[in-house]
């Protein structure tokens, strides 16, 4: 009789993993180190090791095990295919098909990180009980995630969700990390607001709490925002703007129950969802209903909870 699950989040320093029972109650969880070298030829046997350690210290039988969802850091298309996964050193690579083979033939099954982490707050999070769900992930990129009737849209070639890369400003001059010029993730990552706010600085005499007192951070713009300094507000106003941007062209593709925003950045609370909100409702006039706006809650587990949806 199957009795349980088990969910994998293979992050570029550390795996995490959870062991969960069929109705998604977390169990056990534990991480391991992420060892890269050699292609990552290891990092899977590391995980199959571990695997198996815990039911053999719990005393469970694999033939109890439903299966096991994985979490990459990368393009993982429909099947499973990983084409490349850069922060694993992976190419070409069917990382369900090798656990599974590692485990002896238990079923696995594989999605992007991001996706993952967006099915686990739609699963047991923020957005719980919801079927049409939008994450974002603001930290020092933005990640993103798709569900659409209780399952991920990878797309077909993988690259379902990858919202940190919707243009929103195509007059931008700087390019993206990915080559790209006006990225999301230009202006509402956590590296993204802090380029805001130098621009901001750098163009006005305005005096300002950011200005001196060391290293600009996020954190730091969203309090002095928080305080009412007129630069730090402008800054996060920008921020808002292009995230409202952003989830308006996803309503009016998709029509979500929800958005959630996680990540680092969204540690900011209220300023932010409030501010997100205000320009959603001014892009998406013919919704008469609009989206809620939600802050994650599973933090660094929504991997792990997003993985074991996978399975069940």
Same mark, same amino acid.
């Given at each position: 009789?199957?009795?349980?699950?088990?969910?994998?989040?293979?992050?570029?320093?550390?795996?995490?993993?959870?062991?969960?029972?069929?109705?998604?109650?977390?169990?056990?969880?534990?991480?391991?180190?992420?060892?890269?070298?050699?292609?990552?030829?290891?990092?899977?046997?590391?995980?199959?090791?571990?695997?198996?350690?815990?039911?053999?210290?719990?005393?469970?039988?694999?033939?109890?095990?439903?299966?096991?969802?994985?979490?990459?850091?990368?393009?993982?298309?429909?099947?499973?295919?990983?084409?490349?996964?850069?922060?694993?050193?992976?190419?070409?690579?069917?990382?369900?098909?090798?656990? $599974?083979? /590692?485990? #002896?033939?238990?079923?696995?099954? &594989?999605?992007?990180?991001?996706?993952? %982490?967006?099915? +686990?707050? @739609?699963?047991?999070?923020?957005?719980?009980?919801?079927?049409?769900?939008?994450?974002?992930?603001?930290?020092?990129?933005?990640?993103?995630?798709?569900?659409?009737?209780?399952?991920?849209?990878?797309?077909?070639?993988?690259?379902?969700?990858?919202?940190?890369?919707?243009?929103?400003?195509?007059?931008?001059?700087?390019?993206?990390?990915?080559?790209?010029?006006?990225?999301?993730?230009?202006?509402?990552?956590?590296?993204?607001?802090?380029?805001?706010?130098?621009?901001?600085?750098?163009?006005?005499?305005?005096? $300002?709490? /950011?200005? #001196?007192?060391?290293?600009?951070? &996020?954190?730091?713009?969203?309090?002095? %925002?928080?305080? +009412?300094? @007129?630069?730090?507000?402008?800054?996060?106003?920008?921020?808002?703007?292009?995230?409202?941007?952003?989830?308006?062209?996803?309503?009016?593709?998709?029509?979500?129950?929800?958005?959630?925003?996680?990540?680092?950045?969204?540690?900011?609370?209220?300023?932010?969802?409030?501010?997100?909100?205000?320009?959603?409702?001014?892009?998406?006039?013919?919704?008469?209903?609009?989206?809620?706006?939600?802050?994650?809650?599973?933090?660094?587990?929504?991997?792990?909870?997003?993985?074991?949806?996978?399975?069940?």
């Amino acid at each position: 009789m199957k009795k349980y699950v088990i969910g994998v989040d293979i992050g570029g320093t550390s795996v995490k993993n959870g062991l969960f029972d069929l109705e998604g109650s977390l169990i056990a969880k534990w991480e391991i180190p992420t060892r890269k070298e050699n292609g990552g030829e290891q990092i899977l046997k590391d995980v199959a090791d571990a695997i198996n350690r815990q039911l053999l210290e719990r005393g469970i039988e694999s033939r109890e095990l439903l299966g096991v969802g994985v979490g990459v850091p990368g393009p993982v298309q429909t099947d499973g295919y990983v084409s490349l996964c850069p922060n694993l050193g992976w190419k070409d690579y069917h990382p369900d098909r090798a656990l $599974s083979q /590692l485990l #002896g033939g238990i079923s696995v099954k &594989a999605g992007n990180d991001a996706n993952v %982490a967006a099915l +686990g707050e @739609a699963f047991k999070g923020a957005a719980a009980g919801e079927d049409q769900v939008v994450m974002l992930t603001l930290g020092t990129g933005v990640g993103g995630g798709i569900i659409v009737d209780g399952k991920i849209v990878a797309g077909v070639h993988g690259a379902g969700g990858e919202l940190g890369h919707i243009v929103v400003n195509p007059q931008e001059p700087l390019a993206c990390n990915c080559g790209n010029h006006g990225c999301l993730e230009q202006y509402a990552s956590a590296t993204g607001v802090v380029r805001v706010a130098k621009r901001l600085l750098e163009a006005s005499d305005q005096e $300002s709490a /950011l200005r #001196g007192k060391g290293v600009l951070t &996020a954190k730091r713009i969203f309090d002095e %925002a928080k305080a +009412g300094d @007129a630069l730090a507000l402008k800054a996060v106003d920008t921020l808002c703007m292009y995230l409202g941007l952003a989830c308006a062209h996803c309503a009016l593709t998709i029509d979500p129950d929800a958005f959630v925003i996680g990540g680092g950045v969204s540690r900011a609370g209220e300023i932010l969802t409030e501010g997100i909100s205000s320009y959603f409702e001014r892009f998406t006039h013919i919704i008469p209903k609009k989206a809620a706006f939600k802050l994650a809650t599973l933090g660094n587990d929504a991997g792990i909870y997003g993985a074991a949806k996978l399975v069940l």
